[in-house]
């Protein structure tokens, strides 16, 4: 018979870097992101790394996963994520920064990892660039393969300091460990000399909403659509649309496209010119239309059956919100809607008073409007109102839906609060709801209930899209405000739509 010859793996005696430093940055955020907010969500170091995201369906356990298969010795320095909120302090970033940078130092094959691709911090506008060039000046050929959120604002500096880039293609994102899988794999084969990266990336000057970029919605379905398109083509490897993330202030905030080819720049040129080019076409469908506050509650009462979405979304702590802006939860409550339930309103000083109250009491309570927003011009106002303390916890659930699925979450003490028509979950710490278990972690299973109140934008569609009949958006106050007019930008690039008109490609975005 033919003979099989065995090549080892030239991974096998290597050793890879793998690192996550994540921070979706809303410079208009009063949240002041600092080391605590970091470990509020999940920041963790050396082998807890491992320990903790092992089994998840986080990039960080595909990037283990693979480098595991080809015989890697793994180094993980730290593995860092923050709810979205304002800049990074200084200390905080170089801490983080420093960390990956040590390790790449000390000598390894590879580097996997898992970025966000919109951190600001207080002393560089494009958190990923920096750190993947001083990667570069530390390592000049390291092979380095990225995952970005799909709300990535893409830079130059991060393209010139990678081997390889590829951004999630869904909003929700829970497709994170295919992505993962997907450039590392690349990136691995790359060193074993099965493929040659290329990279060909581009912009549009177009800041598109994050409430119109849901990939089951156009006009991003059709852009994924054409990403997935490409990817049939023997030499493209990776081809991914980034939304962008408008609330943060910086020069290349927008929507963009990457594509890596295997030696053929010139197929992904054309690849990404075309993406490009759909985007801008489809630009007005990525701006949000403004719509009155009494006049969607008043539309609310006449649909027939629930549940009933109801989309908090200008007040988003997963878009950098303070998530305690009360105008829309009491404007629903004066407006008598019956059997609501609440998810969920910061206020660690309610929860206190609750603990302090005891499980049954019942209280007054001033609840949220702790928290000014001067980029928006607007102070705390709390929401006074009556209720009984139903349930008291520790805020920690695990997420079993198909987003963050399998990590712990920590929002702090957590109380729920009935006023007789609406049941409120209260945290002490920053959590979007996007899975089920803020409800079930207090005994509540919202399918049971008219109306489900989100302070979410799009990431609610992975634990409750199912569940719902109808969904409606709710225009609030908040810093992530889906109206352009509200937000004062300073840094990033003009002419940019829909904050103006500009024409495209002739723009030039030098």
């Known amino acids: 018979g033919a003979a099989h010859v065995v090549l080892k793996s030239r991974c096998s005696g290597m050793r890879i870097v793998i690192a996550m430093m994540k921070h979706e940055t809303n410079t208009f955020s009063p949240i002041v992101t600092d080391w605590d907010r970091f470990q509020q969500w999940g920041a963790y170091q050396g082998a807890a790394v491992q320990q903790i995201y ?46 990956i940078c040590d390790a790449i130092a000390n000598g390894c094959d590879a580097a996997l990892l898992d970025l966000h691709g919109a951190m600001v911090a207080e002393h560089t506008l494009d958190g990923e660039g920096t750190l993947l060039a001083r990667i570069r000046d530390i390592a000049p ?132 010119d075309q993406i490009l080019r759909k985007t801008w076409e489809s630009r007005e469908g990525f701006v949000y239309q403004p719509r ?17 979405l109801l989309l908090d979304h200008a007040d988003n702590c997963g878009s950098g919100g303070t998530q305690d802006v009360m105008t829309v939860v009491e404007r629903v409550f004066q407006a008598g809607l019956e059997d609501v339930i609440v998810g969920a309103v910061w206020d660690p000083i309610a929860v206190r008073k609750m603990q302090e109250a005891g499980v049954g009491a019942e209280l007054s309570l001033d609840l949220g409007g702790n928290t000014d927003m001067p980029s928006i011009g607007e102070i705390g106002r709390p929401f006074h109102v009556a ?21 712990e979450v920590d929002m702090g003490p957590t109380a729920l609060f009935d006023t007789g028509n609406m049941a409120i979950v209260v945290v ?19 399918e049971h209930h008219h109306y489900i109140l989100l302070k979410s934008r799009i990431h609610y569609r992975a634990g409750f899209a199912d569940l719902v009949r109808h969904t409606v958006t709710l225009d609030g106050s908040g810093v992530t405000t889906s109206e352009n007019s509200k937000l004062d930008y300073q840094r990033v690039r003009r002419p940019i739509y829909p904050l103006d008109s500009p024409s495209w490609p002739e723009t030039s975005t030098a």
Request: net charge negative; charged share 20%.
């Open 54 to 99: 092992e089994g998840t369906g986080m990039p960080v356990a595909a990037y283990m996963k693979l480098a595991r298969a080809r015989g890697a010795e793994i180094v993980t320095p730290i593995a860092a994520e923050a709810m979205p909120s304002g800049p990074v302090l200084k200390q905080t970033y170089e801490f983080m920064a420093g960390l």
């Open 387 to 407: 209720g009984t303390v139903k349930v008291l916890t520790d805020g920690h659930w695990t997420v079993r839906g198909p987003m963050y699925h399998g990590v």
């Open 292 to 308: 009155s506050l009494d006049n969607e509650i008043a539309k609310v009462r006449s649909l027939p059956e629930g549940p009933i």
């Open 141 to 272: 050929d390291l092979p380095i393969a990225v995952t970005c959120d799909l709300h990535c604002n893409l830079t130059a500096a991060m393209i010139q300091n990678a081997t390889a880039v590829i951004g999630y293609k869904t909003y929700p994102h829970v497709d994170k460990y295919e992505v993962a899988e997907q450039i590392g794999t690349i990136v691995l084969d790359a060193i074993e000399g099965q493929c040659l990266p290329t990279m060909s990336w581009g912009n549009v000057p177009l800041l598109s909403q994050t409430l119109c970029q849901g990939t089951d919605d156009e006009p991003m379905k059709t852009l994924i659509r054409c990403c997935r398109d490409a990817e049939q083509h023997p030499n493209i490897l990776a081809a991914t649309a980034f939304a962008g993330f408008a609330m943060a202030d910086m020069r290349d905030a927008g929507n963009s496209v990457v594509i890596v080819s295997d030696r053929n720049p010139q197929l992904a040129d054309q690849y990404r």
């Open 428 to 446: 002490s710490h920053h959590h979007e709801p996007w899975d089920r278990g803020i409800f079930t972690s207090v005994g509540i299973q919202p």
